[in-house]
Nanobody, 122 residues
Framework: QVRLVESGGGLVQAGGSLRLSCAAS????????MTWFRQAPGKEREFVAG???????DYADSVRGRFTISRDNAKNTVYLQMNSLKPEDTAVYYC????????????????WGQGTQVTVSS
């Protein structure tokens, strides 16, 4: 049984930082791309950042230069370091996985975590 468990969300002031973690179990972690999506109230789920099985990365334009995605295959964990947070980053952040390569659309992902809330106050 595949499980993805996110942690690290919370309330932070604009300009602050948070680090999200997603611990995976039940899948060949090193052979999977790991991606963060987010969904704000009343909006569609959107791609934030992804890291492929070969450690290639991709970012949404809205977070490029502020967010950094990384992975630790020994710990089966993917991280999202979020700096210079803005109120518009407020959303539920979801971790997702699929084999090997990053894709930008949520429909192409097999497994999902339950999400963690990030709230950025102005």
């Amino acid at each position: 049984q595949v499980r993805l468990v996110e942690s690290g969300g919370g309330l932070v002031q604009a300009g602050g930082s948070l680090r999200l973690s997603c611990a995976a179990s039940g899948l060949g972690f090193s052979a999977h791309a790991m991606t963060w999506f987010r969904q704000a109230p009343g909006k569609e789920r959107e791609f934030v950042a992804g890291i492929s099985w070969t450690f290639g990365t991709d970012y949404a334009d809205s977070v490029r230069g502020r967010f950094t995605i990384s992975r630790d295959n020994a710990k089966n964990t993917v991280y999202l370091q979020m700096n210079s947070l803005k109120p518009e980053d407020t959303a539920v952040y979801y971790c997702a996985s699929r084999p090997r390569e990053i894709r930008l659309t949520s429909a192409e992902y097999n497994y999902w975590g339950q999400g963690t809330q990030v709230t950025v106050s102005s």
